[in-house]
């Protein structure tokens, strides 16, 4: 028996036989091509990406009617990311004047393409490297004539089969029939893998490294999707274990589906709003349906990536109504974009694009990107506001740390609305104006943000790594990643009273509103609002029905005075038993 950790995408246990996919990147070869060949090259190229633009169409033409929501848009990614600028065109350039063969034209320009999304510090962008990679996969197959990369040996029975790969592109998932669970060697939480197997609501792990190695056809496996745990040949008494459980979860489901349309409210009659995280305008109907009173962070960044020219109002309007509409009624917290043109927005080098910082992480991203361009931050506001008048929006500026930033992004908001107001003849309507509290120096001044804003949101997945320090993408320093370390909590908290005090609500955006040992701590911290991936809404809900806000508020408010990692672990595993 081999046990195997990597990271949860949860989903729940599952037990089956492993079917391993072969899916690495084929040897690429290197050779020059003599002049005579090279417009023949440049037209095989040519031809190997029109097969793939052609398996990408045609896939999402035939989707079951039950394929998630996501699936849709995750390939229409993938061929954007095929049509990108920087990747055929780029390689047939390198092909007719320097005379390389077609598979290393377009594996260098796709690696240098990849290789710009590492440098980035936000998970969800680090891991659009993965997308290109993928794609590149599928093109370098097709030239070297070895077909699909996918080639999966059907199992007899009912039995569930637990799919082992290194990488699996959302495309190939797509073409699985009865996938039980993943298991996969590359990607984190926010890969677009990772994205569609919790929609499709099956156990997941990623960042296994090795588990395409050390996994054979028809062992049997353990996945357990919640803890990370990958369990490789199983004796006897693990397996009835874990079939055990894996009953459980089955009858756990069922139950928790019956809580969709139960009111959010602890036992003291405390309500409490439960939002969703989305990436893809498709998304936020199926967060309604999960039972999302709203969308709490719809990450726009999806709009600029791999392209040439930024998206127009025009365009970006379309996908924010979709959002709007899809919601019905309830409200959308639209975030304004979250990178910098350095490095995500491939265009030309042209004078508007400022120097690589050698610390993205650090540098002009996010609200300093969009103060910095104020033409193009223009654009999306007036395509936010114009997606207004279809429901209510409320807008997000992410990264704030000065004053004078929100000074500055008020005049815009006022501009904007101005500058539509004279185009359409009629008023804008109002939008709520909050800010994201994602950095140390924007929580120990929340107070000011709080009365100059309508509303604050805090991002704990980046607070709790610039608070500590801490990449949680390195993985030599990922162990030291703690939400609950003291001083990450007393941000939290003092960020949610600064809100109390001044009569604004306050949301938490990131994975500590999913997670379930943190929803008691942050309900006695006072916290109201909650916003956090679909799949994890009803387990949340659950949870808040079983608390009673009153007697946390006293337990947790001992628990913030210690400032003892011991004892605030000991204080926790209290309020577990509230």
């Given at each position: 028996?081999?046990?195997?950790h990597?990271?949860?995408?949860?989903?729940?246990?599952v037990?089956?036989?492993?079917?391993?996919?072969?899916?690495?990147?084929?040897?690429?070869?290197?050779?020059?091509?003599?002049?005579?060949?090279?417009?023949?090259?440049?037209?095989?190229?040519a031809?190997?990406?029109?097969t793939?633009?052609?398996?990408?169409?045609?896939?999402?033409?035939?989707?079951p009617?039950?394929?998630?929501?996501?699936?849709?848009?995750?390939?229409?990614?993938?061929?954007?990311?095929?049509?990108?600028?920087?990747?055929?065109?780029?390689?047939?350039?390198?092909?007719?004047s320097?005379?390389?063969?077609?598979?290393?034209?377009?594996a260098s320009?796709?690696?240098?393409?990849?290789?710009?999304?590492?440098?980035?510090?936000?998970p969800?962008?680090?891991?659009?490297?993965?997308?290109?990679?993928?794609?590149?996969?599928?093109?370098?197959?097709?030239?070297?004539?070895?077909?699909?990369?996918?080639?999966?040996?059907?199992?007899?029975?009912?039995?569930?089969?637990?799919?082992?790969?290194?990488?699996?592109?959302?495309?190939?998932?797509?073409?699985l029939?009865?996938?039980?669970?993943?298991?996969?060697?590359?990607?984190?939480?926010?890969?677009?893998?990772?994205?569609?197997?919790?929609?499709m609501?099956?156990?997941?792990?990623?960042?296994?490294?090795?588990?395409?190695?050390?996994?054979?056809?028809?062992?049997?496996?353990?996945?357990?999707?919640?803890?990370?745990?990958?369990?490789?040949?199983?004796?006897?008494?693990?397996?009835?274990?874990y079939?055990?459980?894996?009953?459980?979860?089955?009858?756990e489901?069922?139950?928790l589906?019956?809580?969709?349309?139960?009111?959010?409210?602890?036992l003291?009659?405390?309500?409490?709003?439960?939002?969703?995280?989305?990436?893809?305008?498709?998304?936020?109907?199926?967060?309604?349906?999960?039972?999302?009173?709203?969308?709490?962070l719809?990450?726009?960044?999806?709009?600029?990536?791999?392209?040439?020219?930024l998206?127009?109002?025009?365009?970006?309007?379309?996908?924010?109504?979709?959002?709007?509409?899809?919601?019905?009624?309830?409200?959308?917290?639209?975030?304004?974009?979250?990178?910098?043109?350095?490095?995500?927005?491939?265009g030309d080098?042209d004078?508007?694009?400022?120097?690589?910082?050698?610390?993205?992480?650090?540098?002009?991203?996010?609200?300093?990107y969009?103060l910095?361009?104020p033409?193009?931050?223009?654009?999306q506001?007036?395509?936010?506001?114009?997606?207004?008048?279809?429901?209510?929006?409320?807008?997000?500026?992410?990264?704030?740390?000065?004053?004078?930033?929100?000074?500055?992004?008020?005049?815009?908001?006022?501009?904007?609305?101005?500058?539509?107001?004279?185009?359409?003849?009629?008023?804008?309507p109002?939008?709520?104006?909050?800010?994201?509290?994602?950095?140390p120096?924007?929580?120990?001044t929340?107070?000011?943000?709080a009365?100059?804003l309508?509303?604050?949101?805090?991002?704990?997945?980046?607070?709790?790594?610039?608070?500590?320090?801490?990449?949680?993408?390195d993985?030599?320093v990922?162990?030291?990643?703690?939400?609950?370390?003291?001083?990450?909590?007393?941000?939290?908290?003092?960020?949610?009273r600064a809100?109390?005090?001044?009569?604004?609500?306050?949301?938490?955006?990131?994975?500590?509103a999913?997670?379930?040992?943190a929803?008691?701590?942050?309900?006695?911290?006072?916290?109201?609002?909650?916003?956090m991936?679909?799949?994890?809404?009803?387990?949340?809900?659950?949870?808040i029905?079983?608390?009673?806000?009153?007697?946390?508020?006293?337990?947790?408010?001992?628990?913030l005075?210690?400032?003892?990692p011991?004892?605030?672990?000991?204080?926790?595993?209290?309020?577990?038993?509230?």
């Amino acid at each position: 028996m081999l046990t195997l950790h990597g990271t949860g995408i949860g989903g729940g246990v599952v037990v089956g036989r492993a079917v391993v996919l072969e899916t690495r990147l084929i040897d690429v070869p290197r050779y020059r091509v003599e002049f005579a060949q090279r417009a023949g090259e440049a037209a095989r190229l040519a031809r190997a990406v029109a097969t793939v633009r052609t398996e990408l169409e045609t896939l999402g033409t035939h989707l079951p009617a039950d394929a998630p929501v996501e699936a849709q848009a995750l390939l229409q990614v993938h061929a954007m990311i095929l049509d990108d600028p920087s990747l055929a065109p780029q390689a047939t350039v390198a092909i007719e004047s320097h005379g390389q063969n077609a598979e290393w034209a377009f594996a260098s320009q796709a690696e240098h393409l990849a290789a710009q999304f590492e440098q980035f510090d936000d998970p969800y962008l680090r891991e659009r490297g993965r997308d290109v990679t993928q794609v590149a996969d599928r093109v370098l197959r097709v030239l070297s004539g070895s077909g699909r990369a996918l080639r999966a040996r059907a199992l007899p029975g009912d039995v569930p089969l637990i799919f082992v790969a290194h990488d699996i592109s959302p495309a190939d998932m797509l073409q699985l029939k009865h996938a039980g669970g993943f298991a996969i060697d590359l990607g984190g939480t926010a890969s677009h893998t990772a994205i569609l197997a919790r929609s499709m609501n099956v156990p997941a792990v990623v960042g296994l490294d090795r588990a395409g190695q050390m996994v054979r056809d028809d062992d049997w496996l353990v996945i357990d999707g919640d803890t990370g745990v990958l369990i490789v040949a199983p004796d006897t008494a693990v397996l009835e274990e874990y079939r055990h459980r894996m009953a459980l979860g089955l009858l756990e489901r069922k139950q928790l589906e019956r809580l969709v349309h139960v009111p959010s409210a602890t036992l003291d009659g405390v309500p409490i709003e439960l939002l969703a995280n989305i990436e893809l305008p498709a998304e936020a109907a199926q967060s309604r349906d999960a039972g999302a009173s709203g969308v709490g962070l719809f990450r726009t960044e999806f709009l600029f990536m791999n392209r040439r020219e930024l998206p127009g109002e025009d365009e970006q309007y379309e996908a924010y109504r979709e959002a709007v509409l899809g919601m019905a009624g309830g409200p959308v917290t639209i975030r304004t974009i979250d990178i910098g043109a350095d490095k995500a927005l491939d265009g030309d080098d042209d004078a508007h694009e400022p120097a690589a910082s050698p610390n993205p992480a650090l540098g002009q991203r996010a609200i300093r990107y969009s103060l910095a361009e104020p033409d193009v931050f223009l654009e999306q506001l007036r395509a936010i506001l114009r997606a207004a008048e279809h429901g209510p929006v409320r807008l997000l500026i992410p990264m704030l740390a000065h004053g004078h930033e929100v000074d500055q992004t008020l005049r815009l908001i006022a501009q904007a609305r101005e500058q539509l107001a004279d185009r359409l003849r009629r008023p804008m309507p109002p939008v709520p104006v909050g800010g994201m509290i994602e950095v140390p120096a924007a929580a120990l001044t929340a107070p000011f943000f709080a009365r100059r804003l309508d509303f604050l949101s805090i991002g704990t997945n980046d607070l709790v790594q610039y608070t500590l320090a801490i990449d949680r993408a390195d993985h030599a320093v990922s162990s030291l990643y703690d939400p609950f370390h003291p001083a990450v909590l007393q941000l939290v908290s003092q960020t949610i009273r600064a809100g109390e005090r001044a009569g604004k609500p306050v949301s938490v955006c990131g994975e500590m509103a999913g997670d379930l040992e943190a929803t008691r701590l942050l309900i006695g911290m006072g916290l109201r609002v909650f916003s956090m991936h679909p799949a994890s809404l009803l387990r949340i809900k659950r949870e808040i029905l079983r608390c009673d806000a009153g007697r946390l508020r006293t337990r947790v408010s001992r628990l913030l005075a210690a400032d003892d990692p011991a004892r605030v672990q000991a204080g926790l595993d209290r309020l577990r038993e509230a």
